[in-house]
């Protein structure tokens, strides 16, 4: 089930809302994903199965719930209180949050045993990495429905403790971080950044060209995350990150890419 929710809007608005997120779900690119991930039959399977509302009180019977929304704690513990309240009590509450602690997240529930980090990677159609953040709380039995769950779905799990930006961007964003920090003090233009890291690096995408794929909002969100959950002025955002976002330079999502200023 793809799920978007936003109680503030009445019915006409909520059916535009609908309309856009089946647009941008059922888009050629999202398909092509899935094309290349398996194939086109099980591309178009996929889907015909998915569901869209902006109810939560739809999702009264699911057995795991992934939330999926703003990389925003206060926003998600809303979101995860309102689940707590409507769900079966076996359910499990998921977040694909990439940097936000999982632990507190379980808090704003009466479940913390059965909340629990399953961060996918993007296009999740073709990366084959879930990330598993167990919480100080999370029970051995919602770790292993989730890694089942994960496995189920075609994916390699890797496990992570519940630490600011858990594995994958605790070692990526830094980086990205440095790639800007390399564009704001003049070092080397945009192009000659990510050409060095893919073919001095073996990389397949440049750390610039990656940050346009994910949304420079989210790195800047994720930096922030990291600078204050470790307090370490290494993880300080590079001004020139924050001066694109400020701008609305947010990648892909927006059509547009950042220029030397």
Request: charge should be positive; aromatic fraction near 8%.
């Amino acid at each position: 089930m793809y799920f978007l929710y936003n109680r503030r809007f009445g019915c006409f608005h909520r059916s535009i809302i609908i309309i856009r997120a089946k647009r941008k779900v059922c888009s050629p690119l999202v398909l092509m994903e899935l094309v290349v991930a398996a194939s086109l039959a099980v591309g178009k399977d996929a889907m015909q199965r998915l569901r869209f509302t902006t109810n939560l009180e739809d999702l009264h019977s699911a057995d795991i719930i992934v939330e999926a929304i703003v990389e925003s704690e206060d926003v998600k513990k809303k979101v995860f209180l309102s689940l707590d309240k409507i769900c079966k009590p076996s359910t499990i509450l998921a977040s694909n949050t990439s940097s936000i602690s999982i632990t507190r997240l379980a808090t704003a529930t009466s479940r913390p045993c059965q909340v629990i980090g399953m961060h996918f990677m993007n296009p999740r159609p073709i990366m084959k990495l879930v990330e598993i953040v167990r919480g100080a709380p999370t029970s051995d039995e919602t770790f292993q429905t989730t890694k089942v769950l994960a496995e189920r779905f075609g994916k390699t799990v890797v496990c992570s403790h519940d630490f600011s930006g858990f594995i994958v961007n605790r070692i990526l964003m830094p980086m990205i971080n440095e790639a800007f920090y390399t564009l704001y003090t003049g070092v080397a233009t945009k192009e000659d950044i990510d050409t060095g890291m893919k073919l001095g690096t073996n990389h397949s995408m440049g750390p610039l060209e990656l940050a346009y794929f994910i949304g420079l909002d989210v790195c800047l969100s994720i930096m922030k995350v990291l600078h204050t959950g470790l307090g370490d002025i290494k993880y300080t955002p590079c001004p020139l990150l924050v001066q694109y976002v400020d701008v609305g330079r947010l990648g892909r999502k927006r059509g547009c890419w950042c220029v030397r200023l």
